[in-house]
């Protein structure tokens, strides 16, 4: 069992910045792959960025490419998504999700344990 919960979130203006922050609790935290996902009112959720369990090698959707890097710290049991250049469309509640998978990274029914979310908010 992995319970996580996300924080970082907020209001910023376009062209800021904001880290995403996902404790983890469970002494096996290191084993899962970590993704971010989000999802803005009447859409989908959506892949943001994905990374494996050792942090080896990282994925990200095109429309956040070059401009959001995902991270972790297993001995901190944490996972960052760091947000720079950001626009309005990037408003959206942000997820955090462990996968106990090598395969799916990218698709929200993969996964296997998710947070609350925490609300970003990108004004113009």
């Known amino acids: 069992q992995v319970q996580l919960t996300e924080s970082g979130g907020g209001l910023v203006q376009a062209g800021g910045s904001l880290r995403l922050s996902c404790s983890a609790s469970g002494r096996t935290f290191s084993t899962y792959g970590m993704g971010w996902f989000r999802q803005a009112p009447g859409k989908e959720r959506e892949f943001v960025a994905a990374i494996k369990w050792n942090g080896g090698s990282t994925y990200a959707a095109d429309s956040v490419t070059g401009r959001f890097t995902i991270s972790r710290d297993n001995a901190k049991n944490t996972v960052y998504l760091q947000m720079d250049s950001l626009k309005p469309e990037d408003t959206a509640v942000y997820y955090c999700?462990?996968?106990?998978?090598?395969?799916?990274?990218?698709?929200?029914?993969?996964?296997?344990?998710w947070g609350r979310g925490t609300q970003v908010t990108v004004s113009s």
């Open positions: 999700a462990a996968l106990n998978s090598a395969f799916g990274v990218r698709s929200p029914g993969s996964y296997d344990y």
